[in-house]
């Protein structure tokens, strides 16, 4: 199994799939938390289940609130938070081999416009030779995306920050919010703070938790 990084995502035996947070991790555990589990709710279909995508790091302790096991200490971030038991991996997602992967098999993506702009971007970042700084994740990296999906990428150390910042000055590939997008932007943004406003007022662990 290759490194483990932030933003991948580990896929464990009950076929829950979290992403991971931070690069610290105690030796029992990978922290992260629930991005996607099977649910009949669920608008996404993975290995034959339909599956729910979760966005929200405190509701993930409802939805293993039957794991303890999932519940660990963490010194690095100073408080309890969920996390996948490293003998419970069945399955890694690296964001670094799924551009890598998506570069060579270009046919993975779909016809959909997002997965052209993807297509695009992952070309340029191949080009600048930074496959090993910048990475895919999202539902792009459990082959989950639609038409609906954001792009996501990660970046990681000095030079991927650096390879990051020419990628998003790249008016050919990168076109700033402004105007009408831009109030989608802001108002996208607050129905979310809502969501997670009321979510904090039930009692739940705080979102911002993380390495």
Partial sequence: MATIRDRDYLLDRTGVIFKVIGDVHPGTHFLGYVKYYPD???DRTLFGRTYRQN????KAFGILANRPECYIYSP???CVITGVPREDIATHYSCRQTLAALHQAPHLLDATAVSKDLH??????V?????????VTGSFLVGAGNARSDIELVC???RGYEAAQALFAERTLIRPYEGETLTRLYVRRAKYMVEEASTRSCGRKPENCRA
Avoid: F
Wanted: hydrophobic share 55%; charged share 5%; glycine share 18%.
């Fill in 76 to 78: 690095a971030v100073g």
């Fill in 120 to 125: 695009a971007i992952i070309n340029w970042i």
């Fill in 40 to 42: 009949a709710r669920g």
């Fill in 55 to 58: 966005s929200v790091v405190s």
């Fill in 156 to 158: 990681y150390g000095p």
């Fill in 127 to 135: 080009a600048a030779g930074a496959t090993d700084v910048i990475g």
